[in-house]
């Protein structure tokens, strides 16, 4: 069953929500729905732990458009504005509905590119796939000697007589790709030309020979991310995403849905605070004036936060995110490390030892407080793009941006 | 009380930006900050010919009062974009303490001869107004009033300092009272009142200390529930004051990021230097989330819970992230940010007393504990971060 057209849905807020959750209740199924009511949050995840009740939850889900609401009427999507979508959004959430965080990089960064910069028939093959959750997408990007200056990236692709491309090079920190179906690849197709002039962008099928993903250990213990060894990989033609050497416009387009895509909950309600504020209840670090003061600090901070998204998203409507959305994923960094140092405050033992199988969550989320500061563009470059996108300061130096990049100094 | 909000959060409308360019146009011409900085200089209250303009021309004062009493039943947000367009050029004189203050109090004392007596002169700009709640402490806390009404409505103590006090043609009081704390009204003149200026860091905003000695009062609203009122009142004002705190924050960002991009040293602008520019990154993340902070706030309607929550935390984010914007202008400004000549340090004084003015930011966020004790406790488990902590990307 589908939702009706967009312009039938409802146009207030609490209708929508209320259509969404509706169409939940007739859809999810009955020992789901009855796990939620319940609040049964170990059934939920048993539920969604079982790889083929999600597969086919998500094939549903997808067939509605719910799982891509802002992607257009027509190519999967509910052509919703980015602050309608998120109501939607909330809804799956409150279900436990929703896609995985690690769909990510497949529905905020592949869907978005692919319907701006994709072929007909490149929109026809790989986004009823996205929208159903059949495809895991990674993203190669970084590189180890391109990180903050991704376009110094040196893998390369060279056509073929039968327009094919060999590509060969090193990836690297490149989140699920040893999972993944499909990457978002950067090559270098013109290395004689300046360095954001010689990229193109593909979609790499990543069962493709020669590609070889492999998992790196990470602060955390979990090993998520990888470097990713390509070596003689054939891609076609017919993967190739936008012009080529036009791959940097292309990505663009990805890395401002990244940032966008970054700073959390587009509501005004429950957040990482609060879970921090149940635990200083818990530890009893609650009586501590001082920790008091700053527990509410980062609860209003946070808040804060939450309506800068929503204004945020009611200023995108239905247009493409803007440096705006750096402002919005700078915050969220520096709001993450400062939870995560605080919530490790509130442990008796300030997290720092724990007897054998009773890890703390303060524990992980200490270690990983870095991830938005870093992941996605560090605050640095943040900081750039904000002073030189929405302040108009002067771009910093950058002796190699007009020169062939096969001419750039090494190191 | 104030009118609804009827456009959906965030949704600004033609009339918004209207009204934003019809007050911003009018200030330009005849109160820009270095307006603000004369008056200031010269210990002058204000221009009484620019207040009446605004009354009369553009109905300021009277926008979000009720049609009933004399204005033009606008909403909160209307006033919010009004005094935002203030805070840039530090206005001063009595309309905040009249508008944000004096008004919300009257209204929400809901004594209807108080209201219909009083409220048609604010909105005509024929009467100012202050609001005198604090007595020395700087907390905003009905313990605090210790200044008492006698059986005879006759009030004794002390108040300050108290936004525009010792100028304005009515002042509205909370005195404790046998039935508990109650809003007065006293006119100037009254005997037994005593109304002196005080000395502000703030030269743009002026404060008196009143103090009164068995001073005929007029008790408004229901007996021993003023206090009440005074809690509604001041979340109107911190709202107001959010936004107002929001138009200087933009005044700073846009001075400091114009100042950046002409000032040179070692063979460059100065804005080309990153420590430059990520401190003006900073200052921009700062503006932005309070501008989400007090709008979102007063795209609430007063009254209700968010509406509530909504002005403390405008208030707590938006004092302090003003206070560092003010430090972070004349830091970017080197020597010139210094002196007195310079804009810079009106806007670093306003903020710093902003901070005292309704509660300071520390006691807001002991009151909001319970609010957030509250959220905590209905914690949904269920519901993921998100994000979760772990992003692919
Ligand atoms: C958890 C995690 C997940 C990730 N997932 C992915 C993924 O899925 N796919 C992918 O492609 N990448 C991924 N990344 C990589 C991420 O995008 C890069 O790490 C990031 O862009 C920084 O690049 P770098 O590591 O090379 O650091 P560098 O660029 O070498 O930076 C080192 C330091 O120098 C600073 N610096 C660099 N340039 C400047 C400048 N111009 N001005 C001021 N300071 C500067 C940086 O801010 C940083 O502090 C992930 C990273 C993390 C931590």
């Known amino acids: 069953m589908t939702l009706a057209h967009p312009v039938d849905l409802p146009a207030a807020e609490a209708d929508l929500a209320d259509a969404v959750g509706a169409w939940l209740r007739e859809n999810l199924p009955p020992d789901w729905l009855a796990a939620v009511d319940a609040g049964d949050h170990a059934a939920v995840e048993r539920i969604r732990a079982d790889p083929g009740r999600r597969a086919a939850w998500f094939d549903v889900l997808g067939a509605s458009g719910l799982a891509t609401p802002t992607w257009p009427w027509g190519q999967g999507g509910l052509g919703l504005t980015a602050d309608r979508a998120s109501i939607v959004t909330e809804q799956l959430v409150r279900y436990r509905a929703e896609r995985p965080n690690q769909d990510f990089v497949g529905l905020t960064l592949a869907g978005p590119t692919i319907l701006e910069w994709g072929t007909d028939e490149q929109k026809a093959a790989r986004l009823p796939a996205l929208a159903r959750g059949r495809e895991l997408w990674c993203q190669l990007f970084s590189e180890p000697g391109a990180g903050s200056d991704l376009a110094a990236l040196s893998t390369r692709a060279v056509q073929r007589e039968d327009s094919s491309w060999l590509v060969n090079g090193q990836k690297v920190w490149n989140s699920y790709a040893h999972l993944a179906d499909f990457g978002l690849l950067m090559a270098r197709t013109d290395p004689a030309a300046p360095k954001h002039r010689g990229i193109t962008y593909f979609l790499l099928d990543m069962r493709t020979p020669g590609v070889e993903p492999r998992p790196l250990k990470q602060m955390t213990g979990n090993a998520e991310f990888n470097e990713t060894f390509l070596t003689d990989v054939v891609v076609p033609d017919s993967a190739r995403l936008g012009p080529v050497n036009q791959g940097w416009a292309v990505a663009i387009t990805t890395l401002m849905q990244e940032r966008n895509g970054l700073s959390g909950r587009p509501v005004v309600g429950q957040g990482e605070s609060d879970r921090l504020v149940g635990r200083a209840l818990t530890t009893g670090a609650w009586r501590d004036p001082l920790l008091r003061d700053r527990l509410v600090s980062a609860f209003v901070e946070e808040r804060a936060l939450q309506m800068t998204t929503i204004r945020g998203f009611v200023a995108a409507g239905s247009g493409a995110p803007t440096a705006e959305g750096s402002i919005r994923k700078l915050a969220h960094a520096t709001l993450s490390e400062k939870l995560g140092v605080l919530g490790t405050e509130l442990e008796p033992d300030g997290a720092v030892a724990w007897d054998a199988g009773e890890r703390p969550v303060a524990v992980d989320a200490f270690l990983a407080m870095k991830t938005y500061s870093i992941a996605g563009g560090t605050s640095e470059i943040q900081r750039n793009i904000i002073s030189e996108r929405v302040l108009g300061m002067p771009k910093d130096p950058d002796p190699e941006r007009h020169k062939p990049f096969q001419e750039r100094s090494r190191g | ?393």
Do not use: N
């Open chain 2, 1 to 393: 009380m104030y009118a609804e909000q009827r456009d959906p959060e965030f949704g600004w409308t033609g009339e918004h930006r209207q009204l934003r360019e019809t007050v911003r146009g009018l200030l330009a011409e005849r109160a820009p900050v270095s307006r603000s900085r004369e008056l200031a200089e010269v210990g002058e209250r204000y221009d009484p010919a620019l207040y009446a303009a605004l009354a009369e021309q553009v109905g300021l004062q009277g926008l979000a009062l009720p049609e009933r009493f004399g204005g033009y039943g606008g909403t909160l947000l209307d006033l919010a974009i009004v005094v935002e367009e203030m805070g840039r050029v530090l206005h001063g004189g009595p309309f905040f303490p009249t508008v944000a203050l004096a008004a919300p109090a009257l209204m929400a004392a809901a004594d209807e001869a108080a209201c219909a007596e009083y409220l048609p002169r604010i909105a005509d700009g024929t009467l100012t107004a202050a609001l005198a709640v604090v007595e020395g402490s700087g907390v905003w806390s009905a313990d605090d009033v210790s200044t008492t009404a006698d059986i005879g409505g006759l009030l004794t103590g002390a108040k300050f300092p108290v936004l525009d006090g010792a100028d304005a043609d009515l002042l509205v009081l909370a005195a404790r009272g046998p039935e508990g704390v109650s809003l007065y009204l006293v006119e100037p003149g009254t005997p037994g009142l005593r109304r002196a200026p005080m000395e502000t860091l703030d030269g743009t905003r002026r404060m008196g200390r009143l103090t009164l000695d068995r001073t005929p009062a007029r008790r408004i609203g229901t007996p021993g529930q003023g206090w009440a009122a005074v809690v509604q009142a001041r979340e109107v004002a911190s709202v107001l004051m959010a936004a107002e705190q929001v138009g200087a924050m933009a005044a700073c960002v846009e001075l400091t990021a114009e100042y950046a991009k002409t000032r040179r040293q070692f063979g460059r602008l100065i804005g080309s230097f990153q420590g430059v520019k990520h401190r003006l990154a900073d200052m921009a993340v700062r503006l932005e989330m309070s501008r989400s902070a007090a709008y979102w706030a007063a795209w609430q309607d007063p009254g209700t819970d968010e509406f509530s929550f909504g002005a403390a935390t405008a208030r707590s984010f938006c004092s302090e992230a003003y206070l560092q914007t003010a430090q972070d202008t004349i830091q970017l400004h080197g020597g010139i940010g210094f002196t007195w000549e310079h804009d810079a340090h009106l806007y670093l004084r306003r903020a710093r007393a902003d901070m005292a003015l309704l509660g300071t930011p520390t006691q807001v966020r002991a009151e909001l504990e319970t609010t957030v004790l509250a959220a905590a406790a209905e914690l949904d488990s269920a519901v993921p971060a998100w994000p979760a902590i772990e992003v692919p990307a």
